[in-house]
C-alpha cells in the first residue's frame, strides 16, 4: 500500500510558472514508477509526465514537451511536476499515481496502482 498526497496546484495567469508535488507514505517509494496525469471537466484523464524508479528515465506527452519536467526525489519520497509557460488548456486537476510495473511505458493509465486526490491547476489568458 502506498498513500499519495498532491499539493502546489493554484491559480495562475498563462505564462507564468507552477510546481506540484506529490508526498508518498506506505511501501518502499524508490521501487515504483510514477506519473503525473490531469483531468479537465468533461474530458478523459491524460497521462502528462512519467519517471522511473530512479529518475533516470522520463516521458512526456507531446503538448506538455518543452515547458514541463517531471523529477524525484527518493530520500524524501517526492516527485515533481515543474510547470513553466502555462497555457489556459494546462487548466485541470492534477493526479500524481504509482505504479509497481518495472516497465520503461508510463502513458498507459492502467498499469498504475495508486492515485492522489488530485490538486486543482488553473490558468486564466
Not at 495562475?12 to 514508477?33: H, P, Q
Not at 528515465?57 to 514541463?68: C, E, P, Q
Not at 515533481?80 to 493526479?95: G, I, Q, R, W
Not at 500524481?96 to 498504475?112: K, L, M, T
Request: hydrophobic share 30%.
Amino acid at each position: 500500500q502506498i498513500n499519495l498526497i498532491e499539493s502546489g496546484g493554484g491559480s495562475v495567469e498563462a505564462g507564468d510558472s507552477l510546481r506540484i508535488s506529490c508526498k508518498a507514505s506506505g511501501r518502499s517509494f524508490n521501487t515504483f514508477k510514477m506519473g503525473w496525469f490531469r483531468q479537465s471537466p468533461g474530458k478523459e484523464r491524460e497521462f502528462v509526465a512519467g519517471i522511473s524508479w530512479s529518475g533516470g528515465i522520463t516521458h512526456y506527452r507531446d503538448s506538455v514537451k518543452g515547458r514541463f519536467t517531471i523529477s524525484r526525489d527518493n530520500a524524501k519520497n517526492t516527485v515533481y511536476l515543474e510547470m513553466n509557460s502555462l497555457k489556459p488548456e494546462d487548466t485541470a486537476v492534477y493526479y500524481c499515481a504509482a505504479a509497481a510495473s518495472g516497465s520503461y511505458y508510463f502513458s498507459n493509465i492502467d498499469e498504475y496502482d495508486y492515485w492522489g486526490q488530485g490538486t486543482q491547476v488553473t490558468v486564466s489568458s
